[in-house]
């Protein structure tokens, strides 16, 4: 079954506008840790921000914030004042601590145009 | 090294050829991840190892993929019998293991199945 999902596979943002990215998740674990990173058409793979399930703050790294909803078993991914270099494909992942496997949803495609 | 190291980073072989590709760790990270990446796709799991045991390795996709890692350290994932359906990068990543944190991706192995 499916433990990660982003139900977007591609969206276009005006450049200094925020996007939201989805992603739910499915675990019966009460210790995981959600990731995103981005991966730009180079191919490398960029580890974004953290949330520990345990964590009672949402996460925050600069432009991007974690919209956790622990109930509903959301993660989304918020991008504010979005640029032209955030361009690039977004991925979702989660690690449930008991078993230590990091899964990945199938990531969602930004483009960001002036 | 500073990051995961991963060679080769491209590597061309004929059908029904045995490939090795290999995967140096950040020192002491305990788990290591093996991953696929078809082109524009999202990132199919291969294998899991925390320390040498590999708890998980239901994604491999046959029994022509086989992977080991030794001293807790390089790991080598091993494709027999190359079919063109291989082709793809192959990522590798490590990371501490539970809590939080993240696991560093390597640059890839860029496999094509001629």
């Known amino acids: 079954a499916q433990k990660i999902t982003q139900t977007q596979p591609g969206m276009f943002v005006q450049e200094k506008e925020a996007v939201t990215l989805d992603c739910t998740y499915d675990?019966?674990?009460?210790?995981?840790?959600l990731f995103w990173y981005k991966q730009p058409s180079s191919g490398e793979m960029i580890f974004l921000i953290y949330?520990?399930?345990?964590?009672?703050q949402n996460a925050t790294e600069g432009r991007y914030s974690l919209n956790f909803q622990k109930a509903r078993k959301s993660a989304n991914l918020v991008i504010s004042a979005s640029q032209l270099g955030d361009s690039a494909m977004y991925f979702c992942?989660?690690?449930?601590?008991?078993?230590?496997?990091?899964?990945f949803g199938a990531g969602t495609q930004v483009v960001v145009t002036p | 090294g500073a990051g995961v190291s991963q060679s080769p980073s491209n590597k061309v072989t004929e059908k029904g050829k045995d490939v090795e590709l290999r995967c140096d760790p950040i020192?002491?990270?305990?788990?290591l991840y093996w991953y696929r990446q078809s082109l524009g796709q999202g990132l199919e799991f291969l294998i899991y190892?925390?320390?040498?045991?590999?708890?998980?390795k239901s994604g491999l996709p046959s029994d022509r993929f086989s992977a080991e890692r030794t001293g807790g350290s390089v790991s080598t994932l091993t494709i027999q019998r190359t079919q063109q359906e291989d082709s793809a990068v192959y990522l590798c990543?490590?990371?501490?293991?539970?809590?939080?944190?993240?696991?560093?991706f390597g640059q890839g192995t860029r496999l094509t199945v001629v």
């Open positions: 990543a490590s990371s501490l293991g539970t809590g939080k944190t993240e696991a560093f």
């Open positions: 675990t019966s674990d009460p210790s995981y840790g």
């Open positions: 949330q520990g399930s345990y964590d009672q």
């Open positions: 992942a989660m690690r449930e601590d008991s078993w230590g496997k990091l899964q």
């Open positions: 020192s002491g990270h305990t788990a």
């Open positions: 190892f925390q320390g040498n045991s590999a708890p998980d």
